[in-house]
């Protein structure tokens, strides 16, 4: 059996990860100008609980760090410090250190103290808090009344064992419990025992000396209380009598004590008052018709709830007049709504006694509920999504047997046939839905690379994400971090202009990158984009006649120029700092974009900045692909890379030697290669007329056409990998299985396009191919 | 038989890491009717199917938070008798204040280890 206490450590890390999260997305709001208090305070809670969780596992660092930025959140919970800009930027860095430690501690590593010290001293500097000494609480356990310490023999159970089938809930899903709403703040709250004592003195009361509020001192003394006074036969200051006193109150004490007790509370007064006293269960509604707000004399009460304003709540109106049983447990989904509804009274004239002072109960503003989930281990989808595949495997075969038995299109069978393929699709379709994540943990992490970058380079730089909730693979959004962490780096380092030029050419100083995700057309496009200076493309034509890649008199297009970025070779570490445009690696970025069946574009304008657009399949577990034949052998081609189709003529097909031809498309030469042979199923044809060939297009421009003997179909089919059994086969992606059994190779047609053109190269230039 | 074999006991967490820690500390007690909740709402509605001795609550929870949950359950007949221990990362005097006027019958201050819950539920319940 495993150790419970590792799998509790496992999943407190798994449970970080989310809290850091919702840390980041606190203070993204905070820094967007929010001030809602229950955004603050999921900031704080996030912090307070990775603090809770590290110091159970003893994690000191982290437990440490947690509680200077829990201290300093707690500040800005409390309303002692607003945090401006500055305050914001270095509460990020809080968080990222704090993820850091996270994961040190899950790794068992560590995070030098160089890094998480100057954080802390400007933390303290800045919020100046002092380290609150603990002060000692006293605090008397109360032993619960139930006699639990008997046997009770045999199976007899408890007979203490409270009933609690009839809890009245008003929908526990619903709403949170909400003290603070304007009903509860006049009810009571521990209901647990109790009298609502209605005092109204006579005259007399007050000729013979007494004082209301020592007798209401005395009933405080009991338990808990909260007063309401009647106000409303006071008259008007000219025509009042001070020796009659006109007031009455509502006194509900919460107390444990008889009634015998309370009602010697009012011993000395009796006869000089009209007194009610009722248990509290069964408690009448406040008596009067209406009420003011001030009582002056009244001292300061034990703090129940916070002190608002509270609306009238005019006795003759049931239907808002809450019973204390139903009371507490509101439904309150906009808090702040029934405090106006509660009032249909015109006069707002009525305060609960309640005194003053911060409480422990705060206002929750829109609680964020999480969503129920579970956690699944992933092997466990994985497994489910191979099934899946099995399944739409199966179907295929279904549908070519039924096909070859001749079935008109209409049989019973044929149809429901189609419906299986339809319930295939969106069995398929939710099972990746499941390994499908928001790309926000993606985007979160791209905002600490663009504080970072930033920062190390001097510009004032905002990241401005969009689209976050944006579902992707989880396999490609961890396979994405590399290639869009280069990106933005570069957007940051290349793409934005220093602070001074962004002025001089009349542009805010504050420079800009947006990231945004969205689903088009089956596929994830990610765009990174800058709104710094675009491409300099004499310079990046220069560079590359310099390093050889294109000849001194080529004729590019700005398309073309901005694509030899992606070129291999273009620029090397150490020429970064003196090219003001970028490529610093793009082709690195290039070729694990395509590794994830992406495609990757980029587009400047000069002076205002540049896009690079990623484009990515939904998932990798099932592809578009075209199915063809060649020499006898059926292989895939993924649809993403396929240009056109040609019908290969006399006129298009110009052969440059005895191996070597090329196809003449609008204008241009592409070489022509054939598939079989460059697969090794057979030697290379003598000619190629009438043949068809799939235009294979790739991101840099470079295109070249493979021949093929004809064109079978066009399906999803599932990706089975071929890596784990015979390693990389250079030009072949993957495996599939289609409906007739037959197992086909998938075509990664990049690969094979850039084998090829490395033989190829010599005899025919690249600039023959983009010139 | 001993109490531990006879007493429920809910634990109410945000965390369910917290909840884990909780409820692999009264297992090593010996104490196996264990329930637990997410949030303060589903503890209730869980207490109305599924009655206990005893409810071990976090305080800081968002929506309802540990106090506002033991309201609940003192205002509600059925559950006023519940036995309540608070678990709190900040011991402030107001909540430990706001604690005792609720009703709450002990608290305990994060972090703590098996023997600290063990104690402070045995000071509730008696031994176990």
Redesign the interface.
């Known amino acids: 059996m495993s150790d419970p206490m590792a799998e509790i450590r496992a999943s407190f890390f798994i449970e970080c990860e989310e809290l850091l999260e919702s840390l980041q997305d606190g203070l993204q709001l905070m820094d967007d100008g929010d001030t809602d208090p229950e955004t603050i305070n999921i900031v704080f809670r996030a912090v307070h609980s990775i603090k809770g969780g590290a110091g159970a596992f003893g994690l000191d660092d982290l437990v440490h760090f947690a509680h200077r930025f829990e201290t300093a959140m707690d500040e800005v919970r409390a309303g002692r410090f607003q945090p401006d800009g500055e305050a914001i930027r270095l509460f990020f860095t809080c968080a990222d250190v704090l993820g850091d430690l996270v994961r040190a501690a899950r790794d068992d590593d560590a995070v030098s103290s160089e890094v998480t010290d100057p954080v802390l001293e400007k933390l303290e500097k800045l919020v100046g808090v002092e380290e609150e000494s603990e002060e000692e609480l006293d605090f008397t356990p109360a032993t619960l009344s139930l006699d639990l310490s008997l046997d009770f023999g045999g199976d007899a159970g408890l007979p203490n064992l409270p009933d609690l089938s009839d809890l009245p809930m008003a929908g526990a899903d619903e709403s949170p419990l909400d003290l603070s709403s304007s009903e509860e703040a006049t009810e009571p709250l521990v209901a647990s025992k109790g009298f609502t004592v209605f005092f109204k003195p006579e005259p007399a009361l007050y000729i013979s000396g007494n004082e209301p509020l020592y007798l209401f001192r005395a009933l405080r003394d009991l338990g808990d209380l909260a007063v309401t006074c009647h106000a409303a036969s006071l008259p008007l200051l000219d025509s009042i009598d001070p020796d009659i006193g006109h007031l009455s109150w509502t006194l509900t004490v919460h107390t444990e004590e008889s009634e015998q007790t309370v009602r010697e509370v009012f011993e000395f007064v009796d006869g000089l008052c009209q007194l009610d006293i009722t248990p509290l269960a069964a408690a009448p509604v406040a008596p009067s018709p209406a009420s003011v707000a001030v009582v002056p004399a009244l001292p300061p009460l034990p703090p129940l709830v916070q002190p608002e304003p509270v609306a009238a709540r005019p006795a003759p109106d049931p239907a808002s007049t809450a019973t204390p049983n139903d009371a507490p447990v509101t439904a309150a989904p906009k808090p702040e709504a029934p405090q106006e509804e509660a009032s249909p009274a015109p006069v707002k004239s009525s305060a609960t006694t309640t005194s003053e002072g911060t409480t422990p109960t705060k206002t929750t503003g829109t609680p964020t509920q999480p969503r129920a989930t579970v956690r699944v281990d992933l092997e466990r989808i994985d497994r489910l999504v191979n099934l899946v595949g099995e399944l739409v495997i199966n179907q295929a075969m279904l549908s070519q047997s039924v096909t070859e038995a001749g079935l008109p299109p209409n049989s019973p069978v044929s149809t429901g046939l189609e419906e299986f393929l339809q319930l295939t699709r969106d069995i398929q379709e939710s099972v990746m839905m499941i390994r499908a994540q928001p790309i926000k943990s993606l985007f979160q992490r791209m905002g600490r690379i663009v504080r970072e970058s930033s920062a190390s380079v001097g510009k004032e730089v905002r990241l401005h994400t969009d689209g976050e909730n944006t579902e992707v693979d989880k396999t490609v959004i961890e396979r994405l971090a590399d290639p869009l962490t280069h990106m933005i780096r570069n957007a940051v380092d290349h793409g934005l202009e220093s602070p001074e030029k962004r002025l001089a050419v009349d542009k805010s100083r504050e420079g800009h990158v947006t990231l945004t995700a969205q689903h088009r057309s089956g596929r994830i496009v990610i765009e990174v984009s800058d709104d710094g200076a675009g491409i300099n493309r004499e310079r990046v034509k220069a560079k590359a006649i310099e390093k050889g890649l294109i000849p001194a008199e080529a004729q590019l297009s700005d398309g073309d120029i901005d694509n030899l970025l992606f070129l291999p070779g273009f620029s090397t570490a150490q020429e970064i700092s003196n090219l003001s445009g970028r490529g610093v690696g793009m082709d690195v970025v290039k070729s694990s974009i395509q590794a994830l069946g992406g495609r990757i574009a980029i587009t400047s304008q000069e002076g205002k900045g540049t896009t690079f657009s990623i484009s990515l399949p939904l998932t990798l577990a099932v592809l578009d692909g075209m199915v063809v034949r060649v020499a006898d052998e059926t292989l895939v081609v993924p649809l993403n890379a396929i240009l056109e189709t040609l019908t290969l003529t006399d006129d298009d097909v110009k052969a440059l030697g005895p191996e070597t031809h090329v196809v003449q498309i609008r204008g241009g030469f592409v070489p022509l290669l054939d598939l079989g042979a460059e697969l090794g199923y057979r030697p290379p044809q003598e000619s190629y007329v009438g043949g068809i060939a799939l235009l294979i297009g790739q991101e840099d421009g470079n295109r070249a056409a493979l021949a093929v003997d004809a064109i079978e179909d066009q399906r999803q089919v599932v990706i089975k990998g071929l890596e784990g059994s015979y390693g990389r086969v250079p030009g072949i992606a993957a495996a599939t299985i289609l409906g007739d059994g037959q197992i086909a190779l998938i075509l990664d047609p990049t690969d094979l396009v850039s084998q090829a053109s490395g033989r190829t190269r010599p005899r025919k230039p690249q600039h023959a191919l983009v010139g | 038989?001993a109490?531990r074999d006879?007493?429920?006991v809910m634990v109410v967490d945000?965390?369910?890491?917290?909840r884990?820690?909780i409820t692999?500390a009264l297992?090593s007690f010996g104490i196996r009717n264990v329930a637990s909740a997410?949030?303060?709402?589903?503890a209730?509605?869980k207490?109305?199917?599924?009655?206990v001795?005893?409810v071990i609550s976090d305080?800081?929870m968002?929506?309802?938070?540990g106090?506002?949950?033991l309201?609940?359950l003192?205002?509600?007949?059925?559950?006023?008798?519940?036995?309540f221990l608070l678990i709190t990362?900040?011991?402030?005097?107001?909540?430990?204040?706001?604690g005792?006027?609720?009703?709450?019958?002990?608290?305990l201050k994060?972090?703590?280890d098996p023997n600290g819950l063990r104690a402070?539920i045995e000071?509730?319940?008696?031994?176990l």
């Open positions: 038989m109490l006879q007493l429920r945000d965390m369910s890491t917290s884990g820690l692999n297992d997410g949030d303060g709402p589903s209730l509605q207490l109305a199917t599924t009655p001795h005893l305080y800081n968002p929506g309802m938070d106090l506002q949950l309201h609940a003192r205002t509600n007949g059925p559950t006023r008798g519940i036995g990362g900040r011991a402030d005097r107001e909540i430990i204040d706001m005792k006027r609720l009703g709450m019958n002990n608290f994060k972090p703590f402070a000071a509730i319940v008696g031994k």
